[in-house]
């Protein structure tokens, strides 16, 4: 089992609807988690962390955290086509530990 | 404000060759950690220097190594390369004292042939 799962896509979606993209893990002492944005041949970019459960709203994203679940989303709002790259999901177990990564979710929004 | 930087971009060596990748982190940060990826894979962690010490490692033989200089600033070294290194190698700072996000830098594209 990975430690950090995420659906590989290609997740479509029209212009102007919701995206949600996914990501489970499996180590419980996990305590921090982040969602960065990469686009084709450019580094990861931070878009959101998110360290409770609950919900984490910052402009058109909404990061959800469910520990009990070992579960963590990402809601993307009035999708634009700008939206398009690759989510990764990474998890911490303290602090500014090492962040373990999924494989990344493609997304693709189309006008 | 300074954000992360790397170098060189890109980097062709030979198999068998050394490199030395360096990165200078974000004004304000102390800390850096290093990740490879493969393409089309999620970053895996090298290893994470603070106080010039490395003080965390991650699943990378010992042909990789690295140092951090008292401005922060650290390099990769990586030796007798092989075909399988030749990844995209990143750079992410934070504080460790402060906020727990990482930022990367822009990363240097190794190829090795």
């Known amino acids: 089992q990975k430690e950090v799962e995420q659906n590989s896509g290609p997740l479509s979606v029209p212009e102007g609807a919701i995206a949600s993209l996914n990501c489970t893990y499996s180590d419980r002492g996990s305590q921090s988690f982040f969602w960065y944005r990469q686009y084709s041949g450019k580094s990861p970019e931070l878009i959101m962390s998110?360290?409770?459960?609950g919900d984490k709203e910052d402009g058109r994203f909404t990061a959800q955290l469910n520990k009990a679940s070992q579960y963590v989303s990402l809601l993307i709002r009035d999708s634009q086509p700008s939206d398009s790259a690759t989510y990764l999901c990474?998890?911490?177990?303290?602090?500014?530990?090492?962040?373990?990564f999924g494989q990344g979710t493609r997304l693709t929004i189309n006008p | 404000d300074a954000g992360v930087t790397q170098s060189p971009t890109h980097l062709i060596k030979t198999r068998g060759q050394q490199v030395t990748l360096r990165c200078s982190p974000k004004?304000?940060?102390?800390?850096v950690s290093w990740y490879q990826q493969a393409l089309g894979q999620g970053p895996q962690f090298i290893f994470q220097y603070y106080e010039e010490e490395e003080r965390q490692r991650g699943n990378f033989p010992d042909r990789f190594s690295g140092h951090q200089f008292p401005n922060y600033s650290s390099e990769l070294n990586v030796n007798a390369l092989l075909l399988g290194d030749s990844a995209l190698y990143l750079c992410a700072s934070s504080d460790l004292a402060g906020s727990y996000e990482q930022y990367f830098g822009p990363g240097t594209r190794l190829t090795v042939t």
């Open positions: 004004s304000g940060h102390d800390t």
């Open positions: 990474a998890v911490s177990r303290q602090g500014a530990q090492k962040l373990v």
């Open positions: 998110i360290y409770s459960n």
